[in-house]
């Protein structure tokens, strides 16, 4: 079986540029938040990449190249492509799309976000400080054109409303500063980074 290193570079150049205009207009990057009784911490944190589309064909082919995730169809027609496994989000997707670039200034700036979310959740077990990092990390993710969420930051730090934490700064141990995360997408983030074999627990 090919590593992932060998994997991404076997990509040509012209199917990675498609898919990756492909997902600019039709994909994104997203963060869920559950309440988990049994957790310790109470929360369960779900991230995914997904891609919706009512052509299968396209979306079958995105599966075969990236060689996960899978797909799924809702009622009214409309076929999803879905990653949810942190390790194949860090070893593939984000990988493929540090080599092969979005175009547009808010897909780059929510995959630095979210980019950053899986290196968090892939530091070590999740904790009270690395979850309260990636809560205010989602909180700036995919902000805007009618976001709903079941779960939002204010759930989880109880006491203050989300609108209170949104005209907050970011604490400063999360890691993430808006002025660097705007710069690292507009330009593309080019540097790559190494991704750990460092599991992700939510124990």
């Known amino acids: 079986m090919q590593n992932h290193e060998q994997w991404l570079k076997a990509i040509p150049p012209d199917v990675g540029n498609y898919i990756a205009g492909f997902v600019d207009g039709e994909g994104s990057f997203n963060v869920s938040l559950r309440r988990r009784e049994d957790h310790r911490l109470g929360w369960d944190v779900d991230p995914s990449f997904n891609v919706s589309q009512r052509d299968r064909v396209i979306l079958a082919f995105l599966k075969k190249v990236f060689g996960c995730g ?87 730090f109880a006491g203050k409303s989300s609108e209170t934490l949104r005209r907050t700064q970011l604490p400063p141990n999360t890691g993430v500063e808006e002025n660097e995360m705007i710069k690292s997408d507009l330009t593309g983030d080019r540097e790559p980074r190494t991704q750990s074999g460092i599991r992700h627990s939510a124990n």
Do not use: C
């Open 70 to 156: 899978t797909l799924r169809m809702r009622r009214d027609g409309v076929v999803y492509f879905e990653v949810r496994n942190t390790s194949m989000i860090a070893e593939r997707v984000i990988p493929f799309f540090e080599r092969f670039h979005f175009r547009s200034a808010a897909k780059k700036r929510n995959f630095a976000i979210f980019k950053r979310i899986i290196q968090t959740l892939r530091s070590g077990p999740l904790s009270k400080e690395s979850l309260e990092k990636v809560v205010w990390m989602r909180e700036v993710l995919n902000e805007g054109h009618g976001r709903k969420r079941k779960y939002e930051a204010h759930h989880v």
